[in-house]
């Protein structure tokens, strides 16, 4: 176990649905981070929090909606996917935001969007 | 834009021998390269990182190489175990946006 908790692991939505991916980790990190990850496609950084507030956010289409309550939590709300949003959503942490820190990753969330 | 290339996609090799993988990078500016491993059902995991002030980096049985000339780095793995069957990761830290830019992966099979 990496200490980042990921729920659901796998999830069915259609493309009017509304539905969120929650992530929450054990190690006292700073900084937590949403990735997209395609088959045989390189990580796709989404999103970037640090100490609870949004730092980066690359260029993602507004039907993806990050909140970051507190640093041990983030979440991911999703409404009107389309099927290309289909992937493996993972979410990570590090201690600091700086590129240079170890990055735990969760499982990931399997979503499929039909 | 920046973009980092991994190759092979796919590496089967005999348990026991030595695999490679190698990725090479666009920006002569970059100076952290991470590798990851991800198993089956996991999130990927850091397993040996190098900085471009060394140029190599040994831990165990994986060793990670550094060509900044030619801006490329590698991944070894000698005396391979079923464990080291995984999909590798390398990544490169991009001096023009501060992200690291990742490789499309390389499903390492370790055949018995």
């Known amino acids: 176990e990496t200490g980042v908790t990921q729920t659901p692991r796998h999830l069915v939505m259609g493309m009017t649905n509304k539905k969120s991916l929650k992530c929450e980790q054990h190690?006292?990190?700073?900084?937590m981070y949403w990735y997209k990850q395609s088959a045989k496609k390189p990580l796709e950084l989404m999103f970037v929090?640090?100490?609870?507030?949004?730092?980066e956010n690359n260029s993602v289409p507004s039907r993806f909606s990050p909140e970051c309550p507190n640093s041990s939590h983030l979440f991911l709300h999703l409404h009107t996917l389309q099927p290309e949003d289909s992937a493996l959503y993972l979410c990570a942490s590090s201690q600091d935001k700086h590129p240079t820190y170890e990055q735990y990753f969760g499982p990931g969330t399997r979503l499929t969007v039909t | 834009g920046e973009n980092v290339e991994q190759h092979p996609s796919t590496l089967s090799v005999q348990e026991g021998d030595s695999a490679v993988i190698k990725c090479t990078y666009s920006?002569?500016?970059?100076?952290?390269f991470p590798w990851y491993k991800q198993e089956l059902g996991k999130g990927p995991q850091l397993i040996i990182d190098i900085r471009s002030n060394v140029g190599e980096k040994k831990d165990q049985r994986i060793a990670v190489t550094l060509n900044k000339t030619a801006k490329h780095f590698s991944l070894h793995i000698t005396e391979t175990q079923p464990e080291d069957s995984a999909v590798y990761f390398c990544a490169a830290l991009m001096d023009s946006n501060y992200q690291l830019i990742w490789g499309a992966g390389t499903k390492l099979i370790i055949k018995p």
């Open positions: 929090y640090n100490f609870k507030e949004q730092t």
């Open positions: 920006d002569s500016a970059s100076n952290y």
């Open positions: 190690l006292g990190h700073n900084a």
